[in-house]
């Protein structure tokens, strides 16, 4: 395929990649900055102070052309500290759930034990139908996407979050986003500040959003705060550890930050002084170390999962290869870790899933490569005594858990057995559910009527 210059074009994968044949030594030296610099945030911080993007929000709100959905005292939020020592608050009740599609459709014991922990901190929430996905994959995976497209689908979300309550005789506001995705995180924070800073696509998606109805009094709705759900956990930690049932101490864990999470739009995501002294991102460590889990450290804590979205399509063995030799290998053999945990939905399947390549490296002298990768607040579940099967679900996991299960004293053979009588009844049609299902209010089919509203005690 060739460019205007009549020159082969560079997509950089497919056939271009090319082993670089770099001995041991100089493939450590040439990856050694990470070590040297990474550790300290200095490729984050050595730099101008970049702009807070809310200073230029609560701008155009001042000049009546958008409206933002605040984090109110209604969503009990409690403040963390971000990069540059911004604060920025995070809702702990009231709300909404953006769902990832990646998690319910491949790992479905991650959302379900979002809800558990809900549930067990009696944290009101809604878990609505009436959602999409955020289409950044189709974005990063494909590069046929377009900026106003993403906008409009970001936008119209979050707007049904801002409305959603009115189905129960609540104002408009009521309940807030969380967003479960990694990867739709990292998108909207990306989209938010394109949308803040441009008056050409806030002026394009205006139209596309009034076309269905998405406008607040003609006005665009954006988001005070983007928030992810490790960031729940985070600022919830103590409360969580508070209902610790089972003793993580002996349990080596590792962690994966996820770049959606905090490397797009790093200004905004969360460090933490007393979470290995503020120098790396402090979600999912942060509940690790409450649990009273041991945290060890890696080489290659900061490579991505190999997943790469492009990779994962074009060049699928390229993704297999590193999340083995650059991620689960090295925890293994380095770290000797018992769990590696993670807060992406990519980053999991990928690193979760493809262990099974390590048989075929004859490097590897038929070592067998079997790491749990799972979510931290699936890990923190289980801590307080979540189901290993019904709630958990690591079943749905290719990497076998029942190391990690012994090493915490669950009795997995008995809560297997559990979960297969369970699923008897299920097969009757007696299945549990973790809330009234009728409470997934949506504007569709399942749109809660005035008279059930009346039966549930919602008016």
């Given at each position: ?326 991620k689960i290998k090295i ?99 007696q299945q549990e559910n ?26």
């Open positions: 395929m060739s460019n205007t210059n009549d020159q082969e074009r560079f997509t950089g994968h497919g056939s271009e990649w090319r082993d670089s044949n770099l001995s041991e030594a100089d493939a450590l030296t040439a990856t050694s900055w990470v070590e040297q610099k990474i550790d300290k945030r200095s490729m984050l911080t050595n730099k101008d102070r970049v702009h807070d993007i809310r200073d230029a929000m609560w701008q155009l709100e001042k000049e009546g052309e958008i409206k933002v959905h605040r984090v109110e005292d209604q969503h009990a939020p409690r403040m963390a500290k971000t990069l540059y020592g911004w604060d920025k608050k995070i809702p702990t009740r009231q709300l909404w759930h953006h769902k990832s599609c990646g998690q319910c459709g491949n790992i479905p014991g991650y959302p379900t034990a979002l809800l558990w922990m809900m549930n067990e901190l009696d944290v009101p929430y809604l878990d609505e139908t009436d959602q999409t996905s955020c289409t950044a994959w189709n974005y990063h995976g494909s590069g046929i996407g377009n900026i106003e497209s993403l906008a409009a689908v970001f936008l119209r979300n979050f707007h049904q979050a801002y409305v959603a309550a009115k189905a129960e005789g609540k104002p408009e506001g009521y309940y807030y986003p969380l967003v479960h995705c990694g990867t739709s995180f990292g998108n909207y924070k990306e989209v938010r500040e394109y949308l803040l800073l441009s008056a050409e696509l806030r002026e394009k998606v205006k139209s596309i959003l009034g076309k269905l109805d998405r406008l607040v009094d003609g006005k665009l709705l954006i988001p005070e705060e983007v928030v992810h759900y490790s960031e729940w956990v985070h600022i919830m930690r103590e409360d969580i550890a508070a209902r610790q049932t089972i003793d993580a101490s002996n349990i080596r864990a590792t962690i994966h930050p996820a770049c959606h999470v905090y490397k797009m739009v790093p200004q905004d995501v969360i460090y933490d002084d007393d979470v290995l002294d503020g120098n790396r991102v402090a979600v999912s460590t942060g509940i690790m170390q409450s649990l009273g889990a041991q945290i060890i450290d890696y080489s290659t804590w900061y490579d991505c999962c190999g997943f790469g979205f492009r990779h994962i399509i074009s060049e699928r063995e390229f993704t297999r290869s590193f999340a083995i030799d650059r925890a293994v053999d380095e770290a000797k870790s018992d769990v590696m945990i993670g807060h992406d939905t990519g980053c999991i399947t990928t690193l979760d899933k493809n262990q099974w390549i390590a048989k075929a490296d004859e490097r590897n002298e038929g070592k067998n490569y079997e790491l749990p990768v799972i979510a931290d607040i699936q890990f923190a579940a289980l801590a307080c005594g979540a189901h290993p099967f019904k709630i958990i679900q690591s079943h749905w996991h290719a990497s076998p858990m029942e190391n990690l299960f012994d090493k915490m004293g669950i009795d997995w053979r008995a809560k297997k057995a559990e979960f297969e009588d369970y699923l008897k009844l299920v097969e009757q049609g973790l809330y009234d299902p009728r409470r997934r209010i949506t504007g569709g089919p399942g749109f809660i009527k005035p008279e059930e509203r009346v039966k549930l005690g919602m008016q």
